[in-house]
């Protein structure tokens, strides 16, 4: 799915730069979770217009090689440069499945 975000997703946000308003619905497995850091820095920074940011973000990692996992507070505070916006977020580790 990384593949489809970097080549297709991102060049596609990059091109409407008077963008006001985005919802993004985005499903994405990957080696590490999206967070605040990852939307700011991929999206917000580089659309100067957009005023209003919907997002509803599922990420699925594997866990295999995982030592360091990020808590839900960790996740939490990667948004904290998100003004004026409430964020909900919440982490699931599945040991069974190895997926989190």
């Keep these: 799915m990384i593949i489809l ?4 997703l991102i060049p596609l946000l990059y091109r409407m730069t ?4 985005l919802a993004l619905y985005l499903v994405e497995c990957d080696k590490s979770f999206v967070d605040g850091y990852q939307l700011k820095r991929d999206i917000i920074d580089k659309m100067p217009q957009l005023n209003q940011f919907v997002f509803n973000i599922s990420s ?5 090689n995982e030592i360091d996992l990020p808590t839900n507070d960790d996740i939490q505070n990667t948004f904290r440069d998100f003004k004026n916006n409430q964020i909900t977020s919440y982490i699931n580790y599945f040991a069974e499945s190895k997926k989190g």
């Design 18 to 21: 008077n963008l006001e308003k």
């Design 60 to 64: 699925t990692i594997d866990l295999n």
């Design 5 to 8: 975000h970097d080549e297709l």
